[in-house]
């Protein structure tokens, strides 16, 4: 009797056992699972406002301070960061042709160029010669980008034959506003090396010049109203040398990504209108950059152009971001453009 009454309590209590840690295992695994639930939860919260990527930088290297690079890019900078969750730096650059040897160094993500530079530097020609860039890819067009031959009403230039002999700013060699020099001057009969004395200096170093009667005139492709020369306005009068329709439909024969333009009255203190031709200003990455983030990028500049003080800002629009890019266009910013 007492043997049975043993096995019964022992029986008893391993079924309690069993029973008790049955319980346990379940709470630890439901609790087990809330955890994970909840962690799941928190990494979907915590990407909800930024992209897919780890990229937690971007460098966009923008131009000179008084250029219109610059003066959009610190814009252009706090609209991604506002976008993307990436914090977006603007940098001071040498512009166009700098801003691709960045890109190919790595010590920048997106870069403002011409796209005259961009093409250049696609195809492996001028100062890109032998050394193209073959992930080179477009987010999208800007506004165009005026070539101004400055000079003031002191120096008597009224024409691009009275530039023979005179000490002219033509940007940095292997810039943008170098290469637009060069060729204009050649529409004109007339060459950097033999016919000037050409001036490698920046915007603000060539209106400073001009002031000071340093330099006779300069070349300045940048967005109308530039800030060097809005600032040279200040203090004399500004002349900007016009390019007359015959050599305007000269140089557009010969080199096609150029566009007639005109600077209007008003400008700078401009009296009349000026005929002019640009080029179009853009913004450029690699094929490298993730998708999500080129298209973080395009969706911040192109959805808040009306956010842009800058005068320029009114030309930033979907539609026309893809007209004469000449180079490729990145998917991201594609994927955007076709959503619109």
Do not use: R
């Amino acid at each position: 009797m007492k043997n049975t009454k043993y096995w019964l309590l022992t029986v008893l209590s391993l079924m309690l056992i069993m029973v008790l840690a049955a319980c346990g295992g379940e709470s630890a695994t439901g609790d087990t699972e809330k955890e994970n639930t909840n962690s799941e939860e928190t990494s979907t919260d915590s990407g909800s406002t930024s992209t897919s990527s780890d990229i937690e930088f971007l460098s966009l290297a923008t131009g000179g301070t008084q250029g219109t690079y610059y003066a959009l890019g610190g814009t252009f900078a706090d609209l991604i960061t506002d976008e993307t969750g990436i914090k977006t730096t603007a940098e001071v650059s040498q512009a166009s042709a700098a801003n691709v040897n960045a890109l190919k160094a790595g010590d920048a993500e997106i870069v403002f160029i011409q796209t005259d530079i961009a093409y250049y530097a696609k195809n492996g020609e001028l100062m890109f010669e032998g050394d193209a860039m073959d992930n080179l890819v477009a987010i999208g067009g800007l506004y165009p980008e005026t070539v101004q031959l400055v000079t003031t009403a002191n120096s008597g230039i009224k024409s691009y034959e009275d530039l023979k002999g005179k000490k002219v700013s033509v940007g940095a060699p292997g810039s943008g506003t170098y290469a637009n020099a060069e060729q204009l001057l050649e529409i004109h009969g007339l060459s950097i090396k033999d016919d000037i004395q050409a001036q490698n200096l920046d915007f603000g170093e060539s209106t400073d010049g001009l002031q000071t009667g340093q330099i006779d005139a300069a070349f300045i492709t940048a967005g109308y109203p530039t800030a060097a020369v809005e600032a040279l306005g200040a203090t004399a009068d500004v002349v900007i040398v016009p390019v007359t329709a015959d050599k305007a439909e000269e140089l557009i024969a010969k080199y096609p990504y150029y566009a007639v333009d005109t600077i209007p009255a008003g400008t700078y203190g401009l009296e009349s209108e000026v005929p002019a031709v640009s080029v179009l200003a853009m913004i450029a990455t690699t094929a490298d950059l993730p998708e999500d983030v080129a298209y973080g990028i395009t969706k911040a500049i192109y959805a808040n152009a009306e956010k842009i003080s800058h005068a320029k800002g009114a030309f930033i629009k979907t539609e026309t971001a893809l007209d004469g890019i000449g180079i490729p266009v990145h998917p991201g910013a594609q994927k955007f453009f076709d959503e619109q």
